[in-house]
């Protein structure tokens, strides 16, 4: 996605106008038109008004996705009495099937005996609580999964 378009985007989930957002930087509405198209950019001081404006980092507004936002603003407006209700290996496995059958094939109780060790080792070693200690073995699993795939593509 071009800059053009992320600002574009992070504007209107603003519910501001070209207007609006040219007064409150102190430009003309056709710079912001320009910068929405991709004919010009604004330069780092703007880009950081730009960022306060539409409540984003630097990072989010270059890489503003709005299917993104959306899909975070809901998980962010989920309360975990709801979060738990959700049985999320189905809502995954429509996604990755793997998911709703892997029981049947792989020894679970293998693997449990050498993933509870890790989670207990961080919990001892770092005092993490239960959630901290799989959110934490979950992240390290996913950075193993980024470096496998990138080896192989």
């Known amino acids: 996605m071009e800059l053009g378009n992320n600002l574009f985007n992070a504007r209107k989930k603003s519910g501001l106008s070209q207007e609006e957002v040219a007064e409150k930087l102190g430009v003309s509405r056709q710079t912001i ?34 299917d993104v936002q ?44 050498g993933l509870t060790a890790l989670l207990d080792n961080l919990q001892k070693k770092y005092n993490y609580n239960d959630i901290d200690s799989f959110l934490v073995l979950k992240d390290i699993l996913a950075v193993i999964w980024k470096k496998k795939s990138a080896r192989t593509q």
């Open 33 to 66: 038109s320009k910068w929405e198209l991709d004919e010009t950019l604004p330069d780092i001081r703007q880009s950081k008004k730009l960022s306060l404006l539409y409540h984003l980092s630097l990072d989010e507004l270059i890489d503003f996705d709005l």
């Open 70 to 113: 959306e899909i975070q603003e809901v998980i962010d407006k989920t309360s975990e009495e709801v979060q738990n209700k959700v049985d999320w290996t189905k809502m995954w496995g429509k996604k990755y099937p793997i998911l709703t059958t892997y029981q049947k094939e792989v020894d679970i109780d293998f693997y449990t005996v």
